[in-house]
């Protein structure tokens, strides 16, 4: 048994080499343009574009994978960050708990941002990129099953073409063997040469027609799936990029509004440290951090902010009487202190710079008040100016009340 494996073995190697040496033998051949080689433009066309959608499946890969190491770095730098403002923070300082709140929920954040990420982008892309290699292998078989093809079709033409010539030959025998031999000799001779010629021709043809199989059926399979795994890239691509631009949107949501509450928890924080403003305080927060009262800093769109809070004045029906009060513009309310930039978009606002103050005035028209927006002045320019031409309105919550 083990001398039979041994034997399959070994005349399997011998066969092996042999093809090899016959499709180096036919390519050199074709090179030299001695042999015409089998084209197919449609086929090749097809390969030109598999190569082509391989690397670029393979860079978004390979950028993919950068994209979330990045994350899980900034995942790292954002997770020491806030043990670093947790180790600073003194535990009377106002709004500790809230502060570890946020440091929680925004670990969380990260981690879920990436795990999703994995999900939804990385593990389909590497889906998609393992179906290249069997591919692959497939169309190099092909272009060697295609060389064994032009091989045994040039093979058998040959053939062919010596049967005429062999012809001839049966005709006017010249060789010394059949002229030496008798004359009812020379006819088994001739007979034998065409039986041979015949049996090299009838095995040439058969070879042939297997090549020729072989290659038909592997060529009609790439045919059909080449064309359709080029026209999948472009679902594929949509698929991949609306899942990030989803998963990006909805991380950046969150955050920005844990980034808000943190934001909220340090103006405080700062209130309560400067003089004259700690027995004014008396804020409090909810446990997810969001304050009850107080700075409406908070940013939202426009027309979703919180309404317009009336301004003392108004509550109670007096005015305080002071001198500042008949020099401020009619319709005055109260002060605001700008604590974001803002940048007019339209021709009725005003732009602001953190730090500026404004004077709000009650609207004209109280049909024109938009929920969350304001009327007024900057202080800097009616002290100066004393005119409203550059009166406007602008976003509450990007200020606090004086």
């Given at each position: 048994?083990?001398?039979?494996?041994?034997?399959?073995?070994?005349?399997?190697?011998?066969?092996?080499?042999?093809?090899?040496?016959?499709?180096?033998?036919?390519?050199?051949?074709?090179?030299?343009?001695?042999?015409?080689?089998?084209?197919?433009?449609?086929?090749?066309?097809?390969?030109?574009?598999?190569?082509?959608?391989?690397?670029?499946?393979?860079?978004?890969?390979?950028?993919?994978?950068?994209?979330?190491?990045?994350?899980?770095?900034?995942?790292?730098?954002?997770?020491?960050?806030?043990?670093?403002?947790?180790?600073?923070?003194?535990?009377?300082?106002?709004?500790?708990?809230?502060?570890?709140?946020?440091?929680?929920?925004?670990?969380?954040?990260?981690?879920?941002?990436?795990?999703?990420?994995?999900?939804?982008?990385?593990?389909?892309?590497?889906?998609?990129?393992?179906?290249?290699?069997?591919?692959?292998?497939?169309?190099?078989?092909?272009?060697?099953?295609?060389?064994?093809?032009?091989?045994?079709?040039?093979?058998?033409?040959?053939?062919?073409?010596?049967?005429?010539?062999?012809?001839?030959?049966?005709?006017?025998?010249?060789?010394?063997?059949?002229?030496?031999?008798?004359?009812?000799?020379?006819?088994?001779?001739?007979?034998?040469?065409?039986?041979?010629?015949?049996?090299?021709?009838?095995?040439?043809?058969?070879?042939?027609?297997?090549?020729?199989?072989?290659?038909?059926?592997?060529?009609?399979?790439?045919?059909?799936?080449?064309?359709?795994?080029?026209?999948?890239?472009?679902?594929?691509?949509?698929?991949?990029?609306?899942?990030?631009?989803?998963?990006?949107?909805?991380?950046?949501?969150?955050?920005?509004?844990?980034?808000?509450?943190?934001?909220?928890?340090?103006?405080?924080?700062?209130?309560?440290?400067?003089?004259?403003?700690?027995?004014?305080?008396?804020?409090?927060?909810?446990?997810?951090?969001?304050?009850?009262?107080?700075?409406?800093?908070?940013?939202?769109?426009?027309?979703?902010?919180?309404?317009?809070?009336?301004?003392?004045?108004?509550?109670?029906?007096?005015?305080?009487g002071s001198s500042d009060e008949a020099e401020m513009p009619?319709?005055?309310?109260?002060?605001?202190?700008?604590?974001?930039?803002?940048?007019?978009?339209?021709?009725?606002?005003?732009?602001?710079?953190?730090?500026?103050?404004?004077?709000?005035?009650?609207?004209?028209?109280?049909?024109?008040?938009?929920?969350?927006?304001?009327?007024?002045?900057?202080?800097?320019?009616?002290?100066?100016?004393?005119?409203?031409?550059?009166?406007?309105?602008?976003?509450?919550?990007?200020?606090q009340r004086l």
């Open positions: 048994m083990a001398e039979m494996s041994k034997g399959v073995t070994a005349g399997k190697l011998a066969s092996n080499v042999q093809k090899k040496i016959t499709r180096a033998q036919e390519k050199v051949l074709q090179k030299l343009g001695k042999a015409d080689e089998t084209k197919d433009v449609q086929f090749e066309e097809g390969v030109i574009n598999f190569n082509k959608q391989l690397v670029e499946g393979s860079k978004l890969q390979k950028d993919l994978k950068a994209y979330l190491a990045a994350v899980k770095a900034m995942h790292e730098s954002s997770k020491r960050l806030h043990e670093c403002l947790a180790d600073m923070y003194e535990p009377d300082w106002y709004g500790k708990d809230e502060m570890d709140s946020i440091a929680e929920d925004t670990d969380l954040l990260w981690t879920d941002f990436h795990q999703k990420l994995v999900d939804h982008a990385l593990i389909s892309m590497d889906t998609y990129l393992a179906q290249f290699p069997d591919i692959k292998a497939r169309i190099a078989k092909r272009d060697r099953k295609l060389v064994d093809f032009d091989s045994a079709r040039h093979h058998f033409a040959s053939l062919q073409k010596g049967k005429k010539k062999d012809e001839v030959k049966i005709a006017k025998p010249v060789s010394l063997l059949e002229k030496a031999a008798p004359g009812w000799a020379q006819g088994i001779l001739s007979a034998h040469h065409v039986a041979q010629t015949n049996l090299s021709r009838n095995q040439a043809e058969d070879e042939l027609g297997r090549a020729q199989k072989v290659f038909e059926e592997i060529n009609e399979d790439l045919q059909e799936e080449l064309p359709s795994l080029w026209n999948s890239r472009v679902g594929f691509y949509v698929n991949t990029f609306q899942s990030v631009a989803g998963l990006e949107e909805k991380f950046h949501r969150e955050m920005g509004k844990l980034s808000q509450n943190l934001n909220d928890v340090m103006t405080k924080l700062e209130d309560q440290n400067q003089p004259g403003k700690a027995g004014k305080l008396g804020l409090k927060t909810t446990a997810t951090g969001k304050r009850q009262e107080g700075t409406n800093n908070t940013l939202s769109p426009r027309g979703s902010g919180p309404p317009i809070p009336k301004s003392p004045s108004k509550a109670s029906g007096t005015t305080n009619p319709g005055f309310l109260y002060k605001v202190k700008v604590m974001h930039d803002y940048g007019a978009t339209d021709g009725d606002e005003l732009d602001l710079k953190a730090g500026d103050v404004v004077l709000v005035m009650s609207y004209e028209n109280p049909e024109d008040q938009d929920d969350g927006w304001l009327m007024g002045v900057k202080e800097a320019h009616w002290l100066k100016k004393k005119d409203l031409k550059v009166k406007g309105v602008f976003p509450e919550n990007f200020t």
